[in-house]
């Protein structure tokens, strides 16, 4: 008996230390600099969680965007192999492909909690695969920014007419509702935003939360600070080239998988947290910033903009309307609860 279970032990040594002779070498190319935390964090985090968790048989490289100078070329990158993975925002394929919107987040949509919910345990995760398989990437959840700011004005905005002819830089979707509005909206290079700003040549600005506002110092120039609808918890993700994961064995491809896992809610607990400190010296530093909300009348006509381009772009594509449309039913339902638990529990509590 003492003899079998030391030839046991010795033959699970051998086994062991066959796999761990055999170390994968993986890079990941981010769509961001290496001091933008804590997009960029997530995939360091990633990476040392994968390395630690396989005994140093998963090395993964970071590549920020200074390196590849690709940003916005990480799918492209990923789907040709140049890159095993990527760290990105699903979003900023839409141009390419319309159904990888809604993965990161949509105006008036999932919160943060409700949105890992459908990931994970709705279908979101499974409609997610379906959509990259024609890119040959597998896209998982990478981190969320939880409630984004709605951006930073000039001037108060208090009717429907303050908007008609405002220029704002709000990218994406959300831009699209703005301009239905009666918002003149531009694009500008994230470097030169505030200068723009502080010289008038724009008169507003949506950009991420505190934690990522703070160091772009817009609160400096543009005292009214609204709060968020239009991207209520956008989830970064991590893209993994299809090739390359198949090479892996078995237990790698489960390591990969756990540690980009907890990366993702790690980044949105970071996140959440440099939110809070970011905001408390903000308020210190500049009392005169003011958080407003839109008015009921403007979130009316903005819900209703948001409702319009959903119906046409579904019309566009049968894809993107069974996300959008598994989205609706999903949030619909998980939302009831919300309501009962942390809406209450906030409102009762609140002074
Ligand atoms: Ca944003």
Redesign the pocket.
Known sequence: MKLLLKLGLIASLLITSSFAEKVYKLRIATTWGPTLSPLFDAAENMAKIAEEMSNGQLKIKVHASNRHKAPLGVLDMVKGGQYDLGHSASYYWKGKDIATLPFTSMPFGLTAPEQYAWFYYGDGLDLMQKVYAKHNVLSFPGGSTGV?MGGWFKKEIKTLEDLKGLKMRIPGFAGEIMAKLGVQVTNIAPGELYTALDRNNIDAL???GPSMDINMGFHKVAPFYYTGWH?PA?EMHFIVNKRAYKKLPKHLQKILKISMRVAAYDMYVQNYDMNAKAWEKMKKEYPNIQVKTFSKEIMAAMKKANSELRAELSAKSPELKEVLDNQEVFQKRTREWTKMSDYLYLKDNLE
Request: proline content about 0%; glycine content about 0%.
């Open positions: 984004q949506e950009w991420v991207e956008s």
